[in-house]
Structures are given as C-alpha cells and as structure tokens.
C-alpha cells in the first residue's frame, strides 16, 4: 500500500498492479473476470441490481396493482442482475457460465421487453427498467449485456489460450 | 396567506435555502469526483489517496444529507419517506462499496469503478432533488 501516490509512483504502482493481477489470477484464472476493467464492468453490474432491487422492492411494495406485468419484470430484471453481479465477484469456471447466461437473458429480456412496451403500451403505463429498451436508463440495460459478453467471452479465450 | 401562516413560513424558507445550497454542494462534489475519476481512468493511474480521499468526503456528506432530511422530514413534506430514504440509502451504499472495490484495485479500473459510481450519485441527486419538491 505504501506505493499509492498520485504522482511520481505511478509507473511502479501500475507495475505492482500487474504483479497483484498476476499472482490473483495464478490462484484462480476466472478470477480474471472481476480484475482490470472487469472491475468496472462488476461495478455497475453491483450498482445496477442495487438500484434494480430497491426501485423493484418500492413498486412491490407500494403500487403493485399499478402494473403488475411491468413490476414483476422489474423483480425479474432485479434478479438477474444480482445473479450477474454475485457470479463476477465470486470468479470460478462455473460463475463464469452463469454470468454469461444471465446477460444472454439480460439482452434477450431488454428486446422482448423493449418490443413489448411499444406494442402492449397499456401493460407498461408505469416505466420498468427495461422497458423502451432501457431508454430510461440511457440505454445502458442494452449495451452493458453486450460489454459483458465481450468481457467473459475474452477471460474464457485467455485462460484457454494460457 | 394569512399573517400566522407568514410567521410560520419563516421558518421553512430559511431551511430551504440551507438545502438548496447543500444540493448544490452534493452536485458540485460528486460531479468532480466523477470527472476527476474518468481523468484518471484516461491518465492510466490507479486511485490516489487524494481520490479515495474525495470519494469519503462526498459519503460524509451523504450521511448528512440523510440525517439532516431525518431531522427535517417530519412534517414539511407529504413525500413518500420509503421512496426518498430509499433513494438516500442506496447512494450512500454505492459510493461506500465503491470506494473499497477501487482501493482493492490497483490499475487505471479503480478511478473507472469511482466514475461510474459518481455518474449515478449525480443521476440520484437529481431524483431526490425532484423527490423533495
């Protein structure tokens, strides 16, 4: 820790962060997968389902009656975004298989959804985070399925490849 | 407005403008940290102490701003308290678990994981500001 500085250790700092990265991955390769800008990536995944589970858990509670269909996606989208955010943290061969399933979900759930909302309007007269393809979100519920697919899909070629 | 209600008004006014100005500072700080977070991400350095620094200065003033809308909440405001300390509580859990994950991580990612962070307290700010009114 005594190498964090913000000016001049920063090439030995970066260095020692290499050295960190490749000792975590000799332990387990798919720990990988929440280091570097996996780390970001595991981020916003962290803040997604907290932000998902309490917006969920307000409608739910508050006025479920509303929209029912659109609230109970939003519990659903929740759900998978905790399943995603917990497989990137934990980081073994199988979290690694998860995580990539729940972003095939994720995607497919903010195309079915985003369609749907354009077609049965009246199911969704109160927002979901998926609905308009995540248009309330700055469309961020489309694009982060796909950074995470690019992600797992580039750790899983590299510990094959190593 | 009738004369009690004037002498009663006084009172709200005065702790508006102490809010207003709070918000302005919540915005002011987490929108550096945010930009001062990409800068670093872009510089290719990991997150300084002066970062992580700024990063628990804005959950100090998080945690204000949820006690001081916990003294204040009683009854100005018919607002739905589960939806504004909900909003309150998450961002202060963001930034908190934020600032650990970018300390464990020693690369350029660690700034990258504050400028996300930051990004979504602006995002709240803004829907507990909307919230309040």
Redesign the interface.
């Known amino acids: 820790m005594n190498?964090?500085?913000?000016g001049g250790g920063?090439r030995s700092?970066?260095a020692?962060?290499?050295k960190?990265?490749a000792a975590k991955r000799n332990q387990s390769p798919f720990s990988a997968m929440h280091?570097?800008?996996?780390?970001?990536l595991?981020?916003?995944y962290?803040?997604f389902a907290?932000?998902a589970t309490?917006?969920a858990?307000?409608q739910v509670?508050?006025e479920f009656d509303v929209a029912p269909v659109a609230y109970s996606l939003s519990v659903i989208a929740a759900v998978i975004y905790i399943v995603a955010t917990i497989s990137l943290v934990i980081g073994n061969r199988i979290s690694h298989r998860i995580a990539i399933a729940s972003c095939l979900i994720e995607f497919a759930g903010v195309i079915v959804v985003g369609v749907l909302s354009f077609t049965h309007p009246e199911d969704f007269a109160k927002p979901s985070v998926w609905s308009s393809f995540g248009s309330g979100y700055g469309f961020i519920p489309l694009i982060l399925p796909l950074i995470g697919l690019w992600w797992l899909s580039l750790v899983g070629r590299r510990i094959r490849t190593a | 407005m009738s004369a009690p209600v004037t002498v009663l008004d006084e009172q709200p006014t005065k702790l508006g403008r102490v809010f207003t100005v709070f918000t302005i500072v919540l915005y002011a700080v987490s929108a550096v940290l945010a930009i001062w977070s990409i800068v670093e991400t872009i510089r290719?350095?990991?997150a300084?102490?002066?970062?992580l620094g700024a990063s628990a200065l804005l959950l100090l003033l998080l945690i204000v701003q949820l006690v001081l809308s916990i003294a204040t909440f009683g009854s100005t405001h018919d607002v739905?308290p589960?939806?504004y300390f909900?909003?309150v509580i998450?961002a202060i859990?963001?930034i908190a678990?934020?600032g650990f994950?970018a300390f464990?991580?020693?690369?350029r990612?660690?700034p990258?994981?504050l400028?996300?962070?930051g990004l979504?307290v602006i995002v709240?700010i803004e829907r507990l500001d909307q919230i309040w009114q």
């Not at chain 1, 280091?35 to 970001?40: D, E, M, N, V």
């Not at chain 2, 300084?48 to 970062?51: M, P, V």
């Not at chain 2, 464990?104 to 690369?107: F, G, T, V």
């Open positions: 190498k964090r500085h913000d920063a700092a970066a020692s962060a290499k960190d990265r280091t570097g800008p996996g780390r970001a595991t981020a916003v962290g803040v907290l932000s309490a917006r858990g307000y509670i508050r | 290719n350095r990991p300084g102490t002066l970062l739905d589960l939806l909900g909003y998450t859990l963001v678990l934020a994950w464990a991580e020693l690369s990612w660690g990258g994981v400028a996300a962070a979504t709240m």
